[in-house]
């Protein structure tokens, strides 16, 4: 389609903030419009296309068949122009936002992070924790962390290290049986979170029946965070990622009493809209913690 054949801009930037927020109400709030002025706006564009973009419902509104088409195209295509305004300038500085979870914001990346702040002073960063997948079309994140196989469409994902996970538990534990010295010895301590999926795959991994879980408490204790200050406590045996507690380890806070690894396939991953490969502060952050990582 040429330009001239092209609906006005106004009109497809109210489509995809409506499509976004699939609200008429949240597009002129952002917009700094009124609503009637936004509903002016997708009118325009429906007669344009010759078809209807939303249904409109009481108090709400949801796309048609064909606004759902049309809606990713829309969004890629002002995520191109943004990343190309931004690539226009190779002056690092302004806002990064990186979305990560918890476990790895505060066990890998925050005895880490302060040398990329050092080299890069002229950057804020800004890291917003959360175990959800960020959602980049409805959140202004410049990059995410994520843990799972790298096969999300639509973003560039880089391998960071592989989801790892083994037993781990306080000295002073493990000396209150006279020592850990074989798998099933941990069958004699108490176990945090028997329900985690990974015990099955590790008690597999060392050649034991995943079946002698069965009938513990079933606690949870939501990251591995928490986790390993529970077994660093000496509360009970808990089934970690290395690469999150090397200075626990260093210190004999925690010991790894074997050097079997549980693997399920997935990895840690920086991820990032494939539109914004070159906007110079995401590749310096990405350059920064593939080396971080030992990836470069």
């Not at 006279?178 to 597999?204: C, E, H, M, Q, R």
């Not at 513990?216 to 390993?228: H, I, K």
């Not at 999150?244 to 004999?252: A, M, S």
């Amino acid at each position: 389609m040429s330009a001239t054949k092209l609906p006005p801009l106004s009109a497809i930037r109210v489509f995809e903030a409506a499509a976004r927020h699939l609200s008429f109400t949240k597009a002129a709030a952002e917009l700094g419009m009124t609503q009637a002025a936004v509903s002016y706006q997708i009118k325009v564009l429906e007669e344009k296309v010759g078809q209807p973009l939303f249904l409109r419902k009481t108090r709400q509104v949801s796309l048609t068949q064909a606004g759902a088409r049309f809606a990713p195209e829309v969004s890629d295509a002002f995520s191109k122009l943004g990343s190309a305004f931004e690539a226009l300038s190779n002056d690092i500085s302004g806002t990064l936002r990186v979305s990560i979870g918890p476990t790895f914001a505060s066990n890998w990346l925050a005895s880490r992070i302060g040398h990329f702040q050092i080299e890069n002073p002229g950057l804020a960063l800004r890291l917003e924790q959360s175990p959800k997948f960020v959602d980049f079309s409805r959140h202004p994140a410049d990059l995410a962390i994520r843990a799972g196989l790298g096969d999300w469409p639509g973003l560039i994902c880089h391998k960071l290290f592989d989801a790892t996970f083994t037993p781990m538990l306080s000295p002073k534990l493990a000396e209150s049986i006279g020592g850990v010295s074989t798998p099933s010895d941990i069958l004699k301590l108490p176990i945090i979170d028997p329900t985690d999926p990974w015990w099955n795959v590790w008690f597999a991994a060392a050649g034991l029946d995943p079946d002698l879980l069965e009938g513990r408490t079933q606690s949870r204790m939501g990251t591995q965070s928490v986790e390993a200050q529970i077994a660093i406590a000496g509360g009970g045996v808990a089934i970690l990622t290395p690469a999150f507690n090397q200075h626990e380890l260093e210190l004999k806070r925690l010991i790894q009493p074997f050097d079997i690894i549980g693997r399920t396939g997935s990895a840690y991953w920086l991820v990032y809209q494939e539109a914004r490969r070159n906007v110079p502060k995401i590749r310096l952050f990405r350059d920064w913690i593939l080396s971080a990582a030992g990836q470069r």
